[in-house]
């Protein structure tokens, strides 16, 4: 513990000497931002200080609003989680949480409200700039990367918002009806994942009910899979205003209510206990676990409660995020162009190069919401490309960003300057994008196009330049399939942050090569997408329908066409990978994959790859999709230079949840192990043979001759009940309750032998 610090809070003391009525008012918000403070004789328990999150420090200015929106103290504004998806990168993204981390206890807080990890179900959804992934896996490394980074600095990080919290409309009353698989593999795997590497000190959960029940008093959600199945003892709070119902919520596990309730819910916690209606001791496992975040904070904290921690360097913190921006930015197409068949990009030099489009000087770095922070400074592309080429770069904003997204609002006066400035470039970069009315948290989009001023100055810059170089600022995917033929280059560079306009600028003029990976599919059209007409759901719910296929695991089950894949990036170099081999240890949930590939760098750059390793199923019980991300490697090559990486698979990347054993289960039999540059840019593939764990189900009357035949202790005499059948009647018998069989009397299998059956199976 640093010098000065606080004695450490003595937990079992204080939860004694505590009243019935200081407990019940310790679990709601003292106000929209702290916690409540208890000081008397012998009791001491600090108030903390609970502030967003997730990519800067949001920490209100007395005139705030009473949303808790407005003025906010300076701090970075770090690239958005749909940048910092797409770097793949889990050191820089530790590096981000440490700085976040430094900023919050600098600041005083003790509670960071994010990262979030909700999968982006549909494109269309407004918050998707906060969070990281379509994928589970990525999401879940990503954001326990966050999570080790916030908390080394000793502040607590806040995962949200769990869970199944995967849009904006209603978001505060809807109903996520989603099945226990898809809820397993996909939306809670990506907490559970993060959860395991990082141990966040609190949840946030969700407003939305999962399956009937509100997440803030969801049991099974917030006391049975969260502590008892993962093994999870941190605090849970509520989102801001997600509780309904406060005594079944502090008897499902939400420990804090955020923000206060004006003492309304103390008042109803101590009636409930005063009526027997709701044990002391729950109460006082919430306190117990608010004490333990008190004083795992307060280590920050010096005698008189102000932060120990050293001066922020912003200039420091500044350069981070320019780096990460840079790292989040993803070239999507470089293609040839002129005589000599030469890309875009890097730019060799101001020589002929222009600038269009006003987010060149007016930049959309972030979101709009609770995440928006106060930046200490803000680079354009602009003053980037100033400050690298050592002159002013020619510009004309050619649209302007007063109007709402879909008019062309744009003067004519405005798009002719524009398009004049293009005729007399040799190469136009262009920057385009969503504006800040288009996506928000509060609500989703109904379309995934550019607004139309852009697509039209785009279409009247084209037709005087073909050397269009186009960056695109935006928090979530936008179509791209209309225009892209208009553009040799294309850079997505998402919402990047305060020193967005700075890293976008190293990215182009190759001061630092593409590394960055898509993050999410990018579709075709918006038709295409798996929740395209079950999203945002009707009349309070929302049906999940597209069950596991969630991004491009439903591109790759129908063999769609994507404008470009899950995993995709280019660089300015080219990589092959080759010798792919993997090898299991272990059977069933102690099994291990260990997956080497090598790489090597054969194009005329440095450069990094990022390889990643794809597992598939393609025979079992139950539908897989054809292959998901479980692991991926960063390699960074000089050209010619080859190496080996090694990539670490354990049981689970081979597992689904079971429902009806209700238990992960690693099915026996032979898996596919892709290793590839995207998610349909697979080098190599070769075959696994696993031994599974025992996935027999118990069998009753109504199991049917399938089940009974899936059950190896039972399978000798099923197959002989089968044997005598021709491939048409056996597809029929095999959905035959077994009691069907029995009175069928097929083969001779009769009710006894059916008794006897149901015995063999066992439990
Ligand atoms: C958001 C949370 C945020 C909280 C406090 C809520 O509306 O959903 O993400 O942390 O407000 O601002």
Known sequence: MPHGTLPALDIEHTLAALTLEEK???????????????????????????????????????????????????????????????????????????????????????????????????????????????DPVLSGDLAAALINGIQSQGVAASLKHFAANNQETDRMRVNADVDQRTLREIYLASFERAIKASNPWTIMCSYNKINGTYASQNHWLLTEVLREQWGWDGLVMSDWGAVRDRVPAVAAGLDLEMPSSWGRSAALVIDAVRAGAL??????????????????????????????????????????????????????????????????????????????????????????????????????????????????????????????????????????????????AATVVLFLGLPAAAESEGFDRTHLSLPVDQLALLDAVAQVNAHIVAVLSNGAVVTLSEWQHQTPAIVEAWLSGQAGGAGIVDLLTGTVSPTGRLAETLPVRLEDVPSFGAFPGELGTVRYGEGLSVGYRHYDLRGAAVAYPFGFGLTYTSFAIDAVDAVVTGVGAHAAVTVTARVTNTGGRAGTEVVQVYIGDPESLVARPVRELKGYARVTLEPGEASTVTVELDSRALAYWHPTLERWAVEGGAFTVEVGASSRDIAASVTIDVEGDDISTPLHELSTMREMRANPKTAAEAERIVSHLDVGMLAMVDDFPLTVVADFGIAGFDRAALARAIETAGA
């Open 24 to 134: 019940a008012s310790l679990l709601s918000g003292h106000d929209f931002w702290n916690t409540p403070a208890i000081e008397r004789d012998g009791v001491h328990v600090p108030a903390m200080l609970l502030t967003d999150g997730p990519h800067g420090v949001r920490k209100q200015r007395a005139d705030g609003n009473e949303v808790g929106l407005g003025d906010s103290e300076p701090a970075t504004c770090f690239p958005t989680a749909a940048a910092l998806g797409s770097t793949w990168d889990t050191n820089l993204t530790t590096r981000v949480g440490e700085a976040l981390g430094r900023e919050a206890r600098t600041l005083g807080l003790s509670v960071l409200l994010g990262p979030g990890a909700n999968i982006k179900r549909d494109p269309r959804c407004g918050r998707n700039f906060e969070y990281l992934s379509e």
């Open 279 to 424: 044990d002391e001791a729950v109460v006082d496992v919430a306190v117990r676990r608010l004490l333990d975040l008190i004083s795992k904070c307060a280590a920050v904290q010096d005698a008189a409660g102000t932060s120990t921690a050293p001066a922020v360097d912003h200039a420091a913190h500044h350069l981070l995020a320019r780096e990460a921006a840079a790292a989040g930015t993803v070239l999507l197409r470089n293609e040839p162009v002129g005589p000599d068949a030469a890309p875009l990009l890097p730019l060799a030099g101001p020589d002929g190069v222009v600038v269009i489009g006003e987010f060149a000087r007016t930049p959309r770095y972030q979101g709009a919401g609770s995440s928006q922070v106060n930046p200490t400074e803000l680079a354009t592309a602009l003053e980037a490309f100033a400050d690298a080429w050592g002159s002013p770069v020619p510009f004309a904003p050619g649209f302007t960003l007063a109007e709402g997204p879909t008019t062309d609002a744009t003067p004519e006066a405005l798009r002719s300057e524009a398009v004049a400035l293009a005729a007399s």
